[in-house]
């Protein structure tokens, strides 16, 4: 896979994960982002929650997709490490709009905040890295 290729190119820190620990964990991710903000859209549409609340889930999506293209399409750490930070806040943004109305989306949403922390301090770690 080029990403793993593009991956392992850079300098990392030592506490770096392998490339092949991406796969699963996002794969378990997207499963509880699937479901939890399949929820989120589904109460907006039947008009059950308003704009402000589905706006940093639809946010949150699109910031995850650009981020992919940004780190291996473009190379280009520093946009990516902007883009991560955007993914970091627009998922605690919606996370605490959200829990008023829906706790359990707030909820199944705590191991992807932890894995955003993480790969949010591993992305601006590799920035620094590779400047």
Request: proline share 5%; no cysteine; glycine share 6%.
């Amino acid at each position: 896979m080029q990403e793993s290729l593009i991956y392992s190119q850079y300098i990392r820190p030592d506490w770096a994960p392998p490339s092949w620990v991406f796969g699963p964990v996002w794969s378990v991710l997207y499963i509880l982002i699937a479901i939890s903000f399949g929820y989120v859209f589904y109460l907006f549409l039947n008009g059950k929650i308003g704009k402000n609340i589905v706006l940093p889930f639809a946010l949150n999506i699109i910031f995850n997709i650009l981020f992919i293209t940004i780190q291996f399409g473009l190379q280009n750490n520093v946009l990516a490490a902007v883009d991560i930070l955007l993914v970091l806040g627009t998922l605690i943004w919606g996370m605490k709009v959200v829990y008023s109305k829906a706790k359990w989306v707030t909820y199944v949403n705590i191991p992807y905040l932890l894995w955003v922390g993480f790969a949010t301090v591993l992305q601006i770690t590799i920035t620094i890295l590779n400047i």
